[in-house]
């Protein structure tokens, strides 16, 4: 058999960097990451199982008996949202890559679900890729007890992985008969003003003030680390991702009770922060909940600390609303607030009211030149700037034509 | 105005350019051959009917057949404008009426050819299938796809069109996105498949090699279906991409109008070097001539700068027609190229010089005359390039003007060669270590190997060695009898499908102060095109090198504007790692095999374009390489060097040194003690010779040819062995540049795939006269080994080149100019060619 190696060098490829093996092998899997050895006629597969009883501290939050998950519906665009939590299953994959595709394999899919006695994290390690379809078959049995999943960028990420893993393995794909959540979603839209980074792990740190211990591998270093392991056998790193892991999904849990606490109490003061209150009340709006964003966005205007563009952004937003539910005097309260502040749109806004529905052209025109004063006092500041001015230039000729 | 033969006969006869036209061929218009549509589905028909089709060619009904009925795989090679498209959608329309959810995956080499079929498909499908959802029944999946289509596309599509890049890295690797697309799949169409030919020809039959491992997954066989240009070998070629049994469809049955074809061959203007005038002069005569009547014309360019110099020309010519004269290429706007497209489509545009940005799938209908520019490196393009000519059955006219390169004027000579059945052959290795090894990286990914499992042909012992090392090297991981992918590496995207994976220079030009990559060179390729001061021309333009960082792997380019190029002076040294197969005749050996090729480039020559002449040479210091590729060489046996040298025929060369000679001469041999410098024997004065040492035609200021460190004594023995020497020098390495130039007329690739090597006392041949060619891809690609099969046609063809040659001594267009280092030698090559073809009558094989 010719040295490939050799011809290959000679032919100027360039070979990957080897690493080095060699460790020695004592304890087994299940003892490294205390787990069992499930086995069934198609191979075996490891599984971990920890339960967090109900009050259980996870840094400045806590592991609370759940409830009220139906109010989540007025953030997110979901008919057949259910308010048993017991059918919730959050779930959180650990993979050999982050392409994706079918050479991406989730060597380790962790998942927990709320019982009476508190929330229960299990873990299916698959300790060779020859016996992944032990994996998925226990992880199949699971979910059909299930109606939800939550997931962190499991849309694009978890779950087109697991439906890949049961397609090469040719059993049907269980995951498109349950909805699905996704909190990085809802955390994007929640956190996205405050914070810069909205991961998981900022998350957990920043907004749930919890630190991980030493016994977590960065999540860089975990394909590296499985890789390891099936080359040597050693499994005693694989501890570290088994808890990696585990967090991630209890994570997951508290975040999304953190954020059911924080539209149950949208408008008791000084609950939250007020730009997330803020970005809450944008999401009402945009879900249509009209009242619920009124009643967020009334208290911020009054609460203290919030720059003049916020202010200006909260009274139009109301404006808006009222705009859109015929309560004019509303509307025009906030306009001339907004407008006080500097807002060009609101001027805008006041003049199409008083052309269109007062048919009072004086007052039209005096709102449409000062929307241009402010306009120019503005220049440098404003977007899309000609547009603008072109089409204040133009109210302003049609008004004065028509008087 | 359109093309009579009244128009023909002046342009014929016209003072400047009679003479010029070696070749003239009319062909008649024809009818075509048509078929009925009898089994053809009604729906189909009315369809065809609607868009005024009412019978099919008969190659078209053919091929459709062959694929309905017989279940066969097809290609079918018929000329541009055959209706090679609806051998195809035919099929595939009738499959999915019959089934209701059968699906069909179509892959096309460029954009515009995607596009174009994308819409002809659409028309098709609107028409036949009333109540489909026709937005994403028929659909393109390639780069530009939004990701917010890609979905929709991947659920709902039954009709795929894409390219062989999107299939390597979007398409395989996900594949389980597809399952249902490729559960359903009947049929693949492979279109253009004379351009899968070389690496990127290799890459594309190991695409096909993946893409059949995951349908036999899905349970999927479909049929496969190509369409090629004419070349030496479509069904082969398709054989091996596909590597499955093809049934081909040649005879071309659809109606053609009147044709005129003809090449132009540039006069002569320097008699003493045989240099003919330029393709730029002559290019823009003819231009002008069918400007002036009124003719709409293309011209393919092979360069941008010569589209720009035409089009100056003939608007310096035609000032008050200059917005009717346009160049086309890239490097202009879009918009700009589109308003040509237009023009030239309805007939505003009289002209356009273009280089093959212009390619086939851009519509603009047909135009009266195309010039081709110098011959375009293969009959297939050429006629690609024809074929634009003649408008719904008007007369058509097409001109080759050839250029002073040997194989152009082969072409000259014996034109019947590019319209008669080519020879020229696509040739691929896939499995080159370079390529099929990416591959199985990719293969892994998508789906596990297992033990006996086939790779395409490939039994599982013939590949397994790659997955050991992948396994060695931490890619995969073997658990029982499995290979598994076990790297967070996505492997598709870690090479490129027209190169080998070896380590690439960037190529970098520097215009208005900014950087911007052209493109990328293999290191060991760049060592010798791309060295500092070379002149390198790419992608239809010329650059020149001003520097290369080898660290950082960055070739910096400016744009070239001069009239020179530049070729490299090596020292090579080869050595045989294994003769894989061997011809012996009674006078030479011709053999083939794995060779070890160290190179160093040492300098370079500066050559003027037009007249070949040696500007000057530099020298230059570079490291050395390795190349282990294959290729095959002639040996001259002892026997054949001495009839060589015996021969009576050869005069010692009468030259004229100038009038000072006969006291040079009195000088230097006293300068040596009337001894010859060789022998040692003494002579009288008169008795004795002085020899140039390098030979007085090889030097341009012929001075310094009289230099006495040029000159040495010789007794007329030695003085006649060392002349001797010189001839088969000459012989040698005259051959040695006939063969590497008419190689091309066998082989398709492009004139940097081939290199070659001649040596009077070659040490890896017992110091016998060698001459090589070899792949210059490392672990080759197929080029020499064919070239080897077919060893007798390529020594008939240089046969045929060199003695039809009207030189006297050498020139550019067959063995050489006269006076570069001693060549010249055509008398000793015709020889030598002799020898050689009387010798091919008497085989002795040996492999």
Request: neutral net charge; charged residues 20%.
């Amino acid at each position: 058999m010719p040295d490939i190696k050799q011809e290959l060098t000679k032919l100027g490829f360039v070979p990957a960097k080897n690493i080095a093996a060699v460790k020695t092998n004592r304890t087994t899997i299940e003892d490294a990451v205390q787990g069992i050895r499930i086995i069934n006629e198609f191979g075996e597969v490891i599984m971990i199982e920890m339960t967090y009883p109900y009050e259980t501290i996870f840094g400045s939050s806590k592991l609370s008996f759940p409830s009220n998950f139906g109010i989540v519906r007025k953030i997110i665009k979901h008919e057949s949202i259910t308010n048993n939590p017991q059918k919730y299953i959050y779930i959180d994959t650990e993979t050999t890559g982050l392409s994706g595709g079918t050479g991406t394999l989730p060597f380790l899919i962790g998942y927990g679900f709320f019982t009476p006695g508190g929330f229960t994290v299990q873990q299916l390690l698959s300790d060779s890729p020859i016996n992944e379809i032990t994996q998925l078959l226990e992880f199949n049995k699971t979910l059909q007890n299930f109606e939800t999943t939550m997931t962190f960028n499991g849309k694009s990420f978890d779950l087109p992985l697991i439906k890949t893993r049961f397609v090469i393995n040719k059993i049907d794909p269980p995951l498109d008969k349950l909805n699905h959540i996704d909190l990085l979603h809802i955390s994007r839209n929640i956190w996205k003003m405050r914070l810069a980074d909205r991961s998981l792990r900022e998350l957990e740190s920043r907004i749930l003030g919890f630190s991980r211990t030493d016994d977590d591998i960065p999540g860089w270093m975990i394909p590296q680390v499985y890789f390891d392991f099936l080359k040597t056998g050693d499994p005693s790193e694989l501890k570290g991702v088994v808890y990696h892991n585990r967090i991630d999904v209890l994570c997951m849990a508290v975040l999304h009770q953190k954020v059911i606490s924080m539209i149950e109490n949208i408008n008791k003061k000084d609950e939250n922060d007020i730009l997330d209150s803020y970005s809450i009340g944008v999401i009402f709006q945009n879900r249509y909940q009209y009242s619920d964003a009124l009643c967020v966005f009334n208290r911020c205007i009054n609460a203290s600390g919030i720059n003049d563009y916020l202010l200006v952004d909260l009274h139009m937003r109301v404006a808006q609303i009222n705009k859109r539910q015929n309560n004019w005097d509303s509307a025009i309260f906030h306009w001339v607030e907004a407008s006080e502040l500097g807002s060009i749109d609101s001027c805008v806004e006041l003049a199409k009211y008083y052309e269109h529905n007062l048919k009072s052209l004086q007052d039209a025109l005096f709102w449409a030149l000062k929307a241009k004063a402010l306009l120019i006092r503005a220049k440098k500041k404003v977007v899309r700037y000609t547009e603008r001015n072109d089409e204040i230039a133009k109210r302003i000729e049609r008004l004065q034509r028509r008087k | 105005m359109t093309i009579s033969r009244e128009l023909i006969k002046e342009l014929r006869y016209d003072p400047i350019f009679s003479q010029c036209f070696p070749y003239w061929e009319a062909t008649e218009k024809t009818n075509g051959h048509f078929q009925a549509f009898d089994p053809i589905h009604p729906e189909i028909v009315s369809t065809l009917s609607s868009f005024g089709v009412n019978a099919l060619y008969n190659h078209q009904f053919e091929a459709i057949s062959r694929v309905l009925q017989d279940n066969k795989n097809v290609v079918v090679v018929t000329g541009t404008a055959s209706g090679k498209s609806l051998c195809y959608q035919i099929p595939i329309l009738t499959r999915f009426i019959e089934t209701g959810h059968s699906t069909a995956l179509l892959l096309f080499p460029t954009k515009a050819l995607t596009h174009d079929q994308l819409h002809a498909l659409r028309d098709f499908s609107k028409s036949t299938l009333p109540g489909i959802n026709h937005a994403s029944f028929t659909a393109v999946y390639d780069g530009d796809t939004p990701s917010s289509q890609r979905s929709l596309i991947r659920n709902n599509t039954k009709i795929l069109l894409t390219n062989p890049d999107m299939l390597n890295i979007a398409l395989l690797p996900y594949h389980t996105g597809w399952a249902s697309f490729f559960q359903q799949l009947e049929f693949v169409v492979i279109d253009e498949l004379h351009q899968y030919r070389g690496i990127f020809g290799s890459h594309i039959c190991n695409i096909v090699r993946r893409l059949k491992r995951i349908l036999d997954f899905y349970g999927a066989h479909p049929q496969f279906i190509l369409t090629s240009a004419t070349i030496g070998n479509p069904k082969e070629l398709a054989e091996w991409i596909i590597e499955e049994p093809v049934s081909i469809i040649e005879e071309d049955t659809s109606p053609r109008g009147e044709r005129f074809t003809s090449i132009y061959n540039p006069p002569i203007v320097n008699d003493e070097l045989n240099i003919r005038e330029g393709l730029l002069r002559a290019s823009t005569k003819l231009a002008s001539f069918f400007i002036k009547h009124d003719i709409q014309t293309l011209l393919f360019c092979r360069t941008r700068k010569f589209v720009e110099l035409a089009v100056k020309e003939l608007h310096r010519n035609f000032p008050d027609r200059t917005n009717l004269i346009r160049g086309y290429r890239s490097g202009y706007l879009r918009s700009e190229r589109r308003e040509i497209e237009t023009g030239l489509k309805n007939g505003s545009i009289k002209f356009a010089a273009a280089t093959n940005a212009l390619e086939l799938g851009i519509d603009i209908g047909g135009v009266d005359a195309i010039i081709v520019a110098g011959y375009p490196g293969s009959i297939a393009s050429l006629r690609q390039m024809f074929g634009r000519s003649g408008r719904h059955q008007t007369t058509a006219l097409s001109i080759l003007i050839t250029s002073m390169n040997p194989l152009d004027q082969y072409f000259a000579r014996f034109p019947t060669t590019l319209f008669s059945k080519p020879i020229e052959n696509a040739l691929i290795d896939a499995n080159n270590p370079l390529i099929l090894l990416p591959h199985l990286q990719s293969a892994a990914f998508e789906y596990p190997f297992m033990e006996q499992d086939k790779f395409g042909n490939l039994d599982f012992n013939q590949y397994s060695m790659f997955l050991d090392y992948l396994v060695d090297e931490n890619y995969l991981q073997k658990r029982k009898n499995k290979y598994f992918w076990m790297s967070e590496t996505f492997p598709s995207a870690n090479y490129s499908i027209r190169s080998t994976a070896s380590s690439n220079i960037i190529l970098q030009l520097s215009e208005y102060g900014s950087k911007k990559t052209v493109g990328e060179i293999d290191y060991n390729s760049a060592l010798w095109m791309c060295h500092p001061g070379a002149v390198y021309y790419h992608d239809g333009n010329e650059y020149l090198v001003k520097d290369v960082d080898y660290d950082q792997m960055v070739a910096s380019l400016t744009t070239f504007t001069g009239t020179y190029y530049t070729e490299p002076i090596k020292s090579e040294e080869i050595s045989i790692s294994e003769i894989q197969k061997e011809k012996e005749y009674e006078q030479y050996l011709v053999r083939f095999g794995s060779l070890e090729i160290k190179s160093q480039v040492q300098g370079y020559k500066k050559i003027e374009t037009s007249s070949r002449e040696i500007l000057g040479t530099e020298s230059l210091n570079m490291p050395t390489t390795c190349l282990n590729t294959n290729g095959f060489w002639i040996v001259l046996k002892p026997s054949c060097v001495m009839e060589l040298k015996n021969d009576g025929n050869w005069q010692g060369d009468v030259n004229d040194y100038g009038p000072d000679w006969p006291e040079i001469r009195r000088n230097i041999i006293q300068r040596d003690g009337y001894c010859c410098q060789s022998c040692g024997r003494k002579y009288t004065l008169t008795a004795l010779h002085v020899h140039h040492k390098i030979p007085y035609k090889a030097f341009i200021v012929r001075n310094q040819a009289n230099e006495f460190d040029n000159l040495i004594t010789l007794c007329p023995d030695c003085h006649r062995k060392a002349e001797l020497n010189v001839r088969i020098r000459n012989c040698v390495s005259g051959l040695c540049n006939v063969i590497s130039n008419m190689a091309p007329l066998l082989v398709l690739c492009d004139s940097n795939d081939l290199g070659s090597y001649s040596e009077t006392l070659a040490p890896f041949e017992n110091l016998s006269p060698v001459i090589l060619l070899h792949d210059t891809v490392p672990g080759g690609i197929g080029l020499s080994s064919s070239l080897f099969d077919r060893f007798s046609l390529l020594i008939d063809k240089c046969f045929d080149l060199v003695t039809t040659c009207d030189c006297t001594s050498g020139c550019p267009s067959c063995v050489g100019p006269d006076f570069e280092n001693g060549n010249g030698g055509k008398l000793e090559t015709i020889q030598l060619l002799s020898l050689m073809k009387k010798d091919l009558c008497q085989i002795s094989n040996k492999n």
